[in-house]
């Protein structure tokens, strides 16, 4: 058989269940073309080859002696690193837990060994999901496949990047204000934040509590729906996850939704907007129109860019997003104090505050002291209700946005980001320039919304285009489905890097 | 909105349990004075009446039963703390001699 990292996560599924591949075979094919590309990419943090090879032979040994395989056996997947393995480290992309080795597996990590996944190894990120670049990351950036010169989005930019170099079949993201979707729509490759509640958190390493949720990549929105099929469900060690039945999401796929409603959301129709993403946004309407849907014109009026004088974008909804997500990163950080476990500072100190201090200065990179300082300030005393309580009330107004919203349509289309995938160390300079790379994708993790980015072909540059479909509350099916539809409609087929063998 | 100035910043690293150095006080501040700014943006919308929102969904009070689960034993918990005497953490003295 030719090059098994050639064949999407389905066929490649189907072919280890059918005998036609081993799963050793297929997870060597993947530690080799780590070994040849990852020197460039630096998607992962941490390959923990021999586990990988040890679990592809036991699938194979379950598959001879004829015991029945989960839905992914033999797969190889990648996994954020701010998910929790019991077997090598879980760092986070930063120093205070460079040596940190979890003691338990997450509720997803538990999932996948369960459906006979491969766990290939950990991928870099934003240190603690904190950015839109992975330049953040305590250990060094993850490159672009697509040009190695630019960012593979972020904070989950060692899995996009993983999954488009073709050095993963799958891999698994954490997404925050679109931690998925953008590195998704930077490198070519579907990526999905679920509705919150949908996948457990339990072993994920918190950054925004009411706002992180755990998601899949995959190089087709088939592989993105197998992944979600094996992750998502109920966790009684997660208090936010929710009891409901999970859809066969990779059966119905390919039936389309009957009379799709596809809401076009006038706010994201920015003049600000990159023309050959706008254009993209544009076409997909069209191929939705073609392809029998009905397009109608919403509105979220509390999402709404506005440009000023000088061309800075603003939205009520980043500047909420931020506070929310500040204000809980500074709480859930406030675990990192070099008594537990992490990093502890060598140095003598006089007492247990210096001790604190000191270990997180030197454990912290700039931008995760950043948001703790402004989340410390936004919960301070005097400044709470101005900040904190306003951006949970401008909240609710997002919410009901959306609820307005999809009163009258099945899912809302908009573009993933401004631009395409930006050079490495443009933005690091001024974080709220930084921050506006999520001014697509923030509301949804605000509303709790399941939404996906689907990439949309190449812009003259060569760089990934992506269009983004969002959908109510657990309509993650109907999401799906949706996606596929403009996926068949666009007829792309897949878009592979040159450095994986693409044209 | 309150003026961003060293005095605040400093405050803030304080409450943060962050040491910083005073260049980071300079570049924090002048950052600082920009998103905080740019979150004031907020003041602009009337939300005189609108029920804050801490969570995406509506649930509340999920119970547990009240039983005795699996837990980490002291190996495992102990496994990756800094220092440790027997089966404790340890930390420098946090009550003073006098």
Redesign the interface.
């Known amino acids: 058989m030719a090059d098994l990292t050639e064949l999407s996560a389905v066929a490649l599924r189907d072919a280890i269940a059918a005998g036609e591949a081993s799963a050793a075979e297929a997870t060597r094919a993947y530690l080799a073309a780590i070994d040849a590309r990852d020197g460039t990419v630096c998607a992962y943090n941490q390959v923990l080859s021999q586990r990988a090879l040890a679990q592809a032979k036991a699938v194979d040994a379950k598959r001879a002696a004829g015991e029945p395989l989960g839905v992914l056996a033999g797969v190889p997947v990648a996994l954020k690193d701010n998910i929790c393995t019991s077997w090598g480290r879980t760092t986070c992309s930063s120093k205070i837990l460079a040596?940190?080795?979890a003691?338990?597996d997450a509720g997803v990590t538990e999932r996948l060994l369960a459906a006979d996944a491969v766990i290939l190894g950990k991928t870099n990120l934003d240190e603690f999901a904190m950015g839109s670049s992975t330049e953040n990351s305590g250990f060094g950036p993850t490159r672009n496949p697509w040009d190695t010169d630019r960012v593979p989005g972020g904070s989950s930019g060692g899995s996009g990047a993983a999954v488009a170099a073709r050095t993963a079949a799958l891999a698994l993201g954490s997404d925050t204000g679109g931690s998925i979707r953008l590195p998704g729509a930077f490198c070519g490759v579907v990526g999905m934040k679920p509705t919150?509640?949908r996948v457990s958190r339990y072993g994920l390493v918190a950054y925004g509590s009411?706002?992180d949720q755990i998601g899949p990549f995959g190089r087709d929105v088939a592989d993105a729906a197998l992944l979600l099929g094996a992750i998502a469900g109920h966790d009684?060690r997660d208090?936010?996850s929710?009891d409901r039945p999970v859809p066969d999401y990779l059966a119905s796929l390919d039936e389309p939704v009957e009379g799709l409603r596809v809401g076009l959301v006038r706010e994201f129709h920015s003049e600000s907007l990159d023309p050959e993403v706008r254009a993209a946004v544009d076409r997909a309407a069209d191929l939705f129109r073609q392809a029998g849907a009905e397009i109608v014109e919403v509105s979220l009026p509390?999402s709404r860019i506005d440009v000023d004088a000088g061309g800075q974008l603003?939205s009520?909804a980043?500047?909420?997003y931020?506070?929310v997500a500040m204000a809980e990163a500074?709480s859930n950080l406030?675990r990192y104090?070099?008594?537990?476990?992490?990093?502890?500072t060598p140095e003598r100190?006089?007492?247990?505050?210096?001790?604190?201090?000191?270990t997180?200065?030197e454990g912290?990179g700039?931008e995760v002291?950043?948001r703790?300082?402004?989340g410390?300030?936004?919960l301070?005393s005097g400044?709470y209700d101005?900040?904190y309580?306003?951006?949970?009330?401008?909240?609710?107004?997002i919410?009901n946005d959306f609820d307005a919203a999809f009163a009258s349509c099945d899912v809302l289309l908009g573009p993933v980001a401004p631009e395409t995938a930006f050079r490495i160390g443009e933005k690091t300079a001024d974080?709220?320039t930084m921050?506006l790379s999520d001014i697509y994708t923030i509301s949804a993790?605000?509303?709790?919304?399941p939404a996906v980015s689907i990439p949309a072909g190449l812009s003259q540059a060569r760089l990934p285009l992506a269009i983004q479909l969002f959908a109510g509350?657990f309509e993650e099916e109907k999401l799906l489905r949706s996606a596929r539809t403009y996926e068949r409609a666009a007829d792309l087929g897949p878009l592979v890097p040159a450095m994986a063998g693409g044209a | 909105m309150p003026q961003v100035d060293e005095k605040l910043i400093r405050h803030i690293g304080r409450l943060s349990r962050i040491e910083l150095t005073d260049e980071q006080v300079a570049v924090f501040g002048r950052q600082f004075a920009d998103i905080v700014a740019y979150m004031d943006k907020l003041q602009e919308l009337d939300t005189d009446g609108v029920e804050p929102m801490a969570h995406a969904l509506d649930v509340s009070n999920v119970f547990g039963e009240d039983v005795p689960g699996e837990s980490l034993g002291p190996e495992q918990a102990l496994a990756n703390a800094p220092a440790r005497h027997g089966d404790f953490y340890k930390v420098p003295k946090v009550i003073g001699d006098s």
């Open positions: 040596d940190f080795a003691p338990y919150y509640g009411s706002l009684p208090s936010t929710i509390h603003s009520y980043v500047a909420c931020y506070i500074s406030a104090d070099g008594v537990h476990y992490g990093h502890r100190v006089g007492d247990i505050i210096d001790l604190y201090s000191r997180r200065a912290f700039e002291k950043r703790v300082m402004l410390t300030y936004a301070s400044y101005a900040y309580l306003k951006a949970l009330k401008v909240r609710r107004l919410k974080p709220l921050y993790n605000l509303a709790g919304v509350l």
